[in-house]
């Protein structure tokens, strides 16, 4: 101990002013650039894009551009280039032996969107954007054109390799044009973008401001095989959020005819808002918010404002046609299942964090319930079939919610009352929900067998007849009244929708166990889109998973293998048959023909098998919005009420089947 304390001090003693670091010009981001751009995963190298894109989009939005172009190189730098001013070239009055492009990309805090002057609205305000993504890039190469000169300077890990050059003059062309890519010393193996997710970023923000044209370019050679990524697209949508809703709609319907959409100038020349709202019938809604076309996935102040708007008029078209049930209607019953999209520009916006996850302006709530309030009023007043169905719809909610919220106050009353569980359950020992897990099995045949094999302490069972309803393409009232779906939900004891309380789950795991084929797949996929739609809380925590029971048996030299699938068959054949050795191959054709012992071997046992766990995108990303919204789409497109997209679907796909085994 006594060592151990004199170490201690010898250490302290030395601590002295030269201990003490100093981090000059952009080493600090180098340094820790989770401070900056909240890490240095994939979802971070992909912030680098939005930080460049959003910088060409300020200059559309302040009315200086219409034109930008976005190309992924096939060195995996990407080029942005707009038609706008142009970066200043001339030297900076505080720094005149700089030229104020130089100031910018490699100074923090520096840019043109504090004072107000040369941008009303914009995503970027601290000033950090453009110099974070070259104190991140290995090389970037910045081109000016300026009063028909063009300028050009490069950089590399955020400094200057040479001065700002003069290149000639240009007769047709202005604007900035950075070409960058990010430092694998930085981002490591998650150096290269996707062309999928930038992609969808550009097209997003042709769909967030309708003036602009965005040209996208993606080298051919890194489009993957069967992406549905295009190499070459103009993007341009006339009609902005309403376009955006419609195309994230697709071929779903919805409760009202028409949406409601409006974009209307802000008081005091504030800025504007732009919106557009529906209600889907089968109640898978969202909402989507952007602040000066940069998402805000944790919402804020404007989704405050707009959603309070929505509910005043409400409430007071009820008192206005003596319709008292609308007095209790709540945000919940209203707007949590509805499809929004909201898009506001105001002046000096106030975000939570150098990610803008979440807009703060206390102004822009009051702002945008000033903005939408009176459009609404005059949508719902103009149209009474649209109000009417919209009435029955949140009366119907309403009444559904007081029923379950009676329906929880009588259980705490009778706290001895049973827990009703199916019939068909065979649950688990162990009262508490860790360490649990309920296989939902294909089949009687097959339930048995998992029921044998089992550990009876933290495994259960719940066999299904088949396959199950297809949610997505059917109604509540059929939902509802669905035997096997009114089993799982009674297993599980969280709830669904707006009523899921993941403090009732009484598993930690929930396994989709199903036959190794075609149909089993088919069956998963169903189950798969019941929880996406009914429980996704269930799948972002975490709890859903799918088993990989065995397509083949293997015995060769004494012993038995399995192979989940043909190309594991041949990689074990490979392994196993040497020699004078002799293979004996089995397939199953599905869970019910294996015995207890191997499905409890194969699959069950949780020192042996293999879980696959189901997880949806990061909505806390703008990209992992993106790839929510495809997910949605995906989701509606094959499993929808509507044949042809389904069948469109596999046309498209079936050039990638190279075997199919019937």
């Known amino acids: 101990m006594t060592d151990l304390f004199d170490s201690a001090t010898a250490a302290k003693s030395s601590y002295s002013a030269q201990d003490i670091q100093v981090l000059e010009g952009l080493e600090a981001v180098r340094a820790r650039p989770g401070m900056y751009i909240g890490g240095t995963d994939e979802h971070a190298l992909h912030h680098l894009a939005a930080e460049i894109i959003d910088n060409a989009m300020d200059e559309a939005v302040a009315g200086f551009a219409n034109k930008i172009e976005i190309s992924l190189n096939s060195d995996y730098s990407l080029t ?96 900035t044009s950075i070409t960058f890519r990010p430092d694998h010393e930085i981002f490591g193996t998650n150096c290269c973008f996707s062309p999928n997710k930038l992609y969808r970023m ?3 923000k042709a769909f967030l401001f309708k003036g602009i044209h965005i040209i996208w370019r993606c080298a051919q050679e890194l489009i993957g095989e ?9 993007l341009h949508f006339p009609n902005g959020l309403k376009d955006f809703l419609n195309y994230q709609l697709g071929a779903r319907t919805t409760i009202n005819r028409t949406p409601f959409t409006g974009e ?5 020349d504030e800025g504007k808002v732009e919106w557009a709202l529906t209600w889907p019938v089968d109640e898978n809604g ?19 404002g707009f959603k309070t708007a929505l509910l005043r008029g409400l409430k007071e078209y009820g008192e206005m046609a003596n319709i008292k049930k609308l007095a209790n209607v709540t945000n919940e019953d209203f707007l949590s299942d509805a499809c929004i999209m909201l898009s506001v520009f105001i ?48 009366i119907s909610r309403a009444d559904f919610r007081r ?38 099995v294909e089949g009687d045949s097959a339930g048995g067998s998992a029921k044998q094999g089992r550990d009876r302490t933290t495994q259960a069972i719940l066999p299904l007849r088949g396959k199950i309803l297809n949610v997505a393409a059917a109604s509540l009232d059929k939902i509802a009244q669905n035997q096997e779906i009114k089993d799982m939900i009674e297993a599980l004891g969280c709830g669904i929708k707006d009523n899921y309380n993941e403090d009732n789950l009484r598993y930690e795991k929930i396994i989709i166990m199903t036959d190794a084929d075609v149909d089993g797949a088919h069956i998963t996929s169903l189950l798969m889109t019941f929880f996406y739609q009914q429980m996704p809380k269930l799948i972002e925590n975490g709890h859903l998973f799918i088993a990989t029971p065995p397509l083949y048996k293997i015995a060769a030299g004494g012993n038995n293998y399995y192979a989940l699938d043909d190309d594991d068959k041949d990689r074990i054949l490979k392994k196993v048959v040497k020699g004078n050795v002799k293979a004996e191959i089995s397939r199953f054709k599905g869970l019910g023909e294996m015995s207890a012992v191997q499905l409890k071997e194969t699959t069950m046992d949780k020192e042996k ?54």
């Not at 209307?264 to 005091?268: C, G, Q």
């Open 347 to 394: 002046r000096d916006p106030e975000f939570q964090g150098q990610t803008k996850d979440k807009l703060t302006s206390p102004k822009a709530a009051r702002l945008v319930e000033q903005a939408v309030k009176d459009a609404f009023d005059h949508w719902f007043s103009s149209d009474s079939e649209n109000a009417s169905a919209l009435i029955e719809y949140v």
């Open 226 to 234: 069967g992406e549905q990524t295009p190499a070459f697209m103009e």
């Open 403 to 440: 029923k379950k919220k009676e329906e929880k106050i009588q259980l705490r009353k009778t706290p001895t009352k049973r827990l009703r569980l199916p019939g068909k359950l065979a649950d688990c020992s162990r009262n508490s929900a860790e360490d649990t897990e309920i296989f939902i």
């Open 264 to 268: 209307v100038m802000l008081a005091n």
């Open 202 to 204: 550009a097209r997003s």
């Open 286 to 304: 969202f909402c989507f918010s952007y602040c000066n076309t940069v998402i805000t996935p944790q919402g804020g102040t404007h989704e405050i």
């Open 80 to 175: 942005i280039t707009d038609n706008g001013r142009g970066i200043p070239v001339d030297p900076h009055p505080k720094y005149p032996d700089k030229s104020a492009l130089e100031v910018i990309m490699t100074m923090l805090h520096s840019g043109g969107k504090f004072g107000g002057g040369a941008y009303k609205v914009s995503g970027g305000l601290h000033g950090v954007g453009s110099s974070v993504v070259n104190a991140l890039s290995e090389t970037m190469t910045v081109e000016v054109a300026r009063d028909r000169k063009l300028y050009c300077q490069h950089y590399s890990k955020g400094k200057p390799l040479d001065k700002l050059q003069f290149v000639g003059a240009v007769a047709n062309r202005r604007g």
């Open 609 to 662: 098998r293999t879980l696959l766990r189901v997880v949806l995108p990061d909505t806390g990303t703008e990209e992992g919005k993106e790839e929510a919204f495809e997910t949605r789409r995906q989701v509606e497109r094959i499993m929808g009420k509507n044949p042809e997209l389904r069948f469109k679907f596999i046309v498209e796909r079936a050039k990638f089947v190279d075997d199919l085994d019937i």
